[in-house]
């Protein structure tokens, strides 16, 4: 057996023998277990779930609030809502007073979706309703030091999947006259962060409102639009994180659940740009009124020919043409179906005349054509169409006027837009037309490491409850993870499975390998030419041999003594040729071993 098979039914050996000490291990202890639990507590029999039940639900722990936190909220119970938000009481401008109202329904309670006990979130109750909620933070966030990063962090989990509303967060102006009971579409925010969707048309916003030191006048900054794919964050029904984050380098980056998914500079990557341009067109420039921007006009000096006729149609009838033979002039192309019949309650007073339905003539389907002949049209070829002169270079053309450029004078350049305005209060003010939307986890920090922390805590321990509480919706990532996680052996198995035929793979491809069959052919050529003795091979082999090599012999022969075959001059002449060019020693052994060869013949 080769060897390396040997290595293979060793390995798998070693595999078998694995598995069934595995399968021991966790057949016998789980059985000991059991006995000695229905010796010490009877009653679990009663209690003893059926073994296909879910797994428990993991209990919700309360995270560790990052010190020096600005803004932190988790939920732990429905009093939350009165005691640590405030609900709006204001009303929308310019609305229906029917639709003004911030009257949307807020709940701190478990979603019905939880994957964990007792793990109260804000939801959002009502569909197609404003609402709005907000909370002051615990200190204003200002940005204020070089090296000191902002950093805004939540949960958004889409229970029923999102059709049209948002779901971001506006992080408010601080200001002395802050009111949060009026908090309403006209608050000023400094940053609008999250998502939002309408149809088919996904976002992600970072928005930023900036002034211009100029003119005092406040603009909406758009961050460009994120390359990744938005859609699963609205109808996967998972809980999603998002996390924003601003640098005193001026760059952002937004990420969801932890990857990065979006990040740029707010002076490059943001609509309007933040800084203004040098030059703007003058608004009060006006194109003059004999600027001709025609680049072709009409040849002034053409004049229509005066064979040009512009009444000759495009068409006309062909006169050559002649009716088919056979063609059923005065038969109609349909006829009133033979077989209708009037309906027993058909009332001709109330339905009016009765009339078959029309059904098409039989006659015309072996006919060529029925009905009146008319002769098919042909390009006529007189018709020239309308005259129109042609198109020369327009000697007044000026080209295509655009307004003078002057100085902008609401010009600034802020090489520092980082710097904010600061920020005291965190607020939802919301349209949906879906209702259980939830929200949770809300964190604002300084450091990044500080908001990893946290959703280490929360986040990620509520994603794994999600996806243990769905199997279906595991990964095979996922699943590998979950067979090694309590046995870590079975990496060993799996390295051992995967690992050594392929090792035992390479190595059979590139052993070395027999002399191949074109070595053989070059000795076996060889031993031909100089008669160099062969071993022998068996009788059949040498018969066989010792026949080739006598009617080659008579071949020679045939071509010394007797009458060349027809083509085979050529040849015999430049074996006669080629003879003299070989050693002593090949002609020495070539003239015994034909004396040998030829004996039996002359016999």
């Not at 390995?11 to 000991?32: M, Q």
């Not at 003010?429 to 964190?443: I, K, P, Q, R, Y």
């Not at 031909?528 to 091979?537: F, H, I, M, R």
Request: hydrophobic share 35%.
């Amino acid at each position: 057996m080769p060897h390396s098979m040997k290595l293979l039914l060793l390995a798998l050996l070693l595999l078998l023998a694995t598995e069934w000490a595995a399968g021991a291990e966790d057949a016998s202890p789980p059985d000991a277990e059991a006995d000695v639990s229905d010796e010490d507590d009877p009653a679990d029999d009663k209690a003893g779930g059926d073994a296909t039940a879910p797994p428990a639900k993991p209990v919700f722990t309360p995270p560790k609030v990052p010190a020096g936190s600005y803004y932190a909220q988790f939920f732990t119970a429905p009093s939350n809502l009165a005691e640590q938000l405030v609900l709006s009481k204001s009303k929308k401008e310019g609305v229906d007073s029917d639709l003004s109202k911030y009257d949307g329904f807020w709940s701190v309670e478990v979603p019905e979706s939880s994957a964990i006990d007792a793990d109260f979130a804000l939801v959002l109750k009502s569909k197609a309703k404003h609402h709005a909620v907000s909370a002051k933070l615990a200190k204003p966030f200002a940005f204020d030091q070089p090296g000191k990063q902002f950093v805004m962090q939540y949960e958004v989990k889409f229970q029923n999947g999102m059709d049209c509303g948002g779901a971001y967060v506006k992080l408010l102006t601080d200001g002395p006259g802050m009111d949060l009971k009026e908090f309403n579409d006209k608050t000023p925010y400094t940053i609008m962060f999250g998502p939002d969707k309408c149809g088919m048309d996904h976002k992600l916003h970072f928005i930023l409102r900036h002034k211009n030191p100029k003119s005092g006048k406040i603009e909406e900054k758009h961050a460009k639009k994120p390359k990744a794919d938005l859609d699963s964050y609205f109808n996967d029904k998972r809980t999603h994180l998002y996390t924003l984050v601003l640098n005193s380098d001026n760059s952002f980056e937004v990420y969801v659940d932890r990857s990065l998914v979006n990040s740029g500079s707010l002076l490059e990557d943001m609509q309007p740009p933040v800084n203004p341009p040098k030059e703007i067109d003058d608004p009060n420039d006006k194109k003059p009124a004999d600027w001709d921007e025609r680049e072709k006009i009409p040849d002034p000096k053409a004049v229509k020919p005066d064979d040009w006729d512009e009444t000759q149609p495009e068409f006309i009838e062909d006169a050559e043409a002649v009716m088919p033979q056979g063609w059923l002039v005065d038969e109609p192309l349909t006829v009133p179906d033979p077989k209708a019949e009037k309906p027993k309650d058909w009332d001709e007073d109330m339905d009016g005349s009765w009339e078959p339905a029309q059904v098409d003539n039989p006659k015309c389907k072996e006919a060529p054509g029925c009905g009146p002949w008319t002769r098919p049209k042909v390009k006529n070829p007189k018709y020239k169409g309308k005259w129109s002169a042609p198109m020369i270079d327009n000697p007044a053309y000026k080209g295509i006027w655009k307004p003078r450029v002057i100085p902008n004078p609401d010009y600034f350049e802020d090489k520092e837009p980082w710097r904010f305005a600061p920020i005291g209060a965190i607020g939802f003010e919301l349209w949906s037309m879906n209702d259980g939307v939830v929200f949770d986890n809300l964190l604002i920090v300084d450091r990044k490491s500080l908001a990893d922390d946290f959703a280490e805590q929360t986040w990620t321990v509520k994603r794994e409850a999600e996806r243990l509480a769905d199997p279906g919706a595991q990964s095979v990532v996922d699943a590998v993870r979950d067979a090694t996680k309590d046995r870590p052996w079975i990496w060993a198995v799996l390295l051992m499975v995967i690992a050594l035929p392929a090792v035992l793979l390479i190595v059979y491809c590139c052993r070395g390998s027999p002399a191949p069959a074109a070595s053989q052919a070059s000795q076996a050529a060889r031993r031909k030419k100089t008669d160099e003795a062969t071993p022998d091979s068996g009788a059949p082999a040498a018969a066989a041999e010792s026949k080739a090599n006598l009617e080659s012999d008579e071949d020679e022969d045939g071509d010394e003594n007797g009458e060349p075959q027809d083509g085979e001059e050529a040849e015999d002449d430049e074996g006669e040729e080629a003879a003299p060019a070989k050693g002593d020693s090949a002609k020495a052994g070539n003239e015994s071993g034909s004396a040998r060869k030829r004996a039996p013949r002359k016999e």
